[in-house]
């Protein structure tokens, strides 16, 4: 079994930042991507960035140039620096592994972000 446990969310004024991290344990081997999701009251579930085990990154245009995603490998731990915080960011943001060639999903529990006008 894998676990990921998100921790870092809160409530934030516009213009601030967060730091989340996300640290997976169990059965943890190949993987392939790392990623955060959020999801906003009464909207789907969006992609916010990636990071491949090569290290390449991938953005939500919503979010490029205030959002960095990066990785501790041998922690098996990501994180997501949110800068230049704004109210439409507000959602509970999910982490998200991709394990093996098959590239099973993994998802932590949430952590709520609210961003304050």
């Known amino acids: 079994q894998v676990q990921l446990v998100e921790s870092g969310g809160g409530l934030v004024q516009a213009g601030g930042s967060l730091r989340l991290s996300c640290a997976a344990s169990g059965s943890i081997f190949d993987i392939r991507i790392m990623g955060w999701y959020r999801q906003a009251p009464g909207k789907q579930r969006e992609l916010v960035a990636t990071i491949s085990n090569g290290g390449n990154t991938n953005y939500a245009d919503s979010v490029k140039g205030r959002f960095t995603i990066s990785r501790d490998s041998a922690k098996n731990t990501v994180y997501l620096q949110m800068n230049t915080l704004k109210p439409e960011d507000t959602a509970v943001y999910y982490c998200?592994?991709?394990?093996?060639?098959?590239?099973?999903?993994?998802w932590g529990q949430g952590t709520q972000v609210t961003v304050s006008s």
């Open positions: 998200n592994f991709k394990l093996g060639w098959r590239l099973n999903d993994y």
